[in-house]
Structures are given as structure tokens and as C-alpha cells.
């Protein structure tokens, strides 16, 4: 019975270490996709060229109300850390089409890069993502740092985006 009481309290602790770890880890889990993507203006964008800089990508789509009230937060968040050094880029998701994804990017005077995903190869590469809206808060050392389906918490990316930029002039 004593050893096997040693054993569990070896492993809780271990168990605990790696996971406190992984949450307190300031570049966070794994690496980002190194993805290129169709802009909408036409223009191919590497994900790899960004390294350095965050990158705060977000899957949406047009029929998406979630999506859609979340892009003045974007807006705003390119605003103030855009000069900064943060890469705002909007996903679109491969079944919403172009000509839908241009209007509602003129009608909410959207201020960062929107990509069109029209083979669904950044979804894929980024796990599979289907669910709108999706985010994920990429490290300057190209390591996702958070990830969220729905709902961000601005706060925590703005923490973020504080220690990894350099402070205002």
C-alpha cells in the first residue's frame, strides 16, 4: 500500500509540474503552421515572414454574428499595437465567398489583413478548425501562445501583446 501511495503522489506532482508549466509558459505550446495565404487583395501572405512579430489570426465568416461583432475589437487592437509590431489577419472560412468575405470588409471598414482560405489548407493546418469565430495568438517566436473557439478574452491578449512589444513612444 506505501509504495503504491508514493507512486500516485510522484505522479500528481509530476502531472501538475508539466501542466502549471504549460499554462505559465509565456510563448506558449506548440509552433504555428508555417501556412501561406491567398489576401484579399490578392496578394499571397507567409505566415514564416511574420516571424518576430505576434500575430493574432482569427477564423470567421460573414454569417458568423460572433465573427462580425468581434471586428471593431480587431480594429482596435491593430490601432494600438499595429506600429507596434502586431499582425492582425482575418481567415475567411473556404465556404464563405470572396465576394461576401470584400463587401463585409468594406461595409466595417475593417483595418487589418483578411486571407481567404478557399481550399480550407490554413483551417486544416491550424487543426482542423470548423467552428467560427476561432483564434489563435501566435508568439514573435512563432509559437501559439493562446487559443481560443469563441469569445476572446481581450484582456489576456493585451497582456500578451504588452510583454511582447516594445512600449509606446
Known amino acids: 500500500m506505501k ?3 508514493v507512486f500516485i503522489g510522484i505522479f500528481v506532482l509530476a502531472l501538475t509540474g508539466a501542466l502549471l508549466a504549460l ?13 501561406e495565404m491567398e ?4 496578394s499571397t501572405l507567409h505566415l514564416a515572414d511574420l516571424q518576430g512579430q505576434p500575430v493574432l489570426l482569427t ?6 454574428p460572433s465573427c462580425v461583432e468581434e471586428i471593431p475589437h480587431f480594429n482596435q487592437l491593430k490601432a494600438e499595437y499595429g506600429e507596434r509590431g ?7 472560412m473556404h465556404y464563405d465567398p470572396p465576394a461576401q468575405v470584400a463587401e463585409m470588409v468594406r461595409r466595417r ?3 487589418y489583413t483578411v486571407a481567404l482560405d478557399r481550399d480550407d489548407q490554413v483551417a486544416s493546418a491550424f ?16 509559437r501559439i501562445a493562446y487559443q481560443k473557439m469563441g469569445d476572446l478574452d481581450w484582456e489576456r491578449v493585451e497582456k500578451h501583446l504588452d510583454r511582447w512589444l516594445p512600449a509606446r513612444s
Do not use: H, M, Y
Not at 26 to 35: I, N
Not at 39 to 42: I, S
Not at 59 to 64: E, H, L
Not at 127 to 135: A, F, R
Open 3 to 5: 509504495k503504491r501511495d
Open 23 to 35: 499554462w505559465l509558459a509565456p510563448e506558449g505550446g506548440r509552433t504555428a503552421p508555417q501556412v
Open 39 to 42: 489576401t484579399l487583395d490578392g
Open 59 to 64: 477564423f470567421w465568416a460573414t454569417t458568423c
Open 86 to 92: 502586431l499582425q492582425v489577419i482575418g481567415v475567411a
Open 109 to 111: 471598414n475593417v483595418n
Open 127 to 142: 487543426g482542423n478548425v470548423q467552428l467560427t469565430p476561432t483564434t489563435f495568438l501566435i508568439s514573435p517566436r512563432g
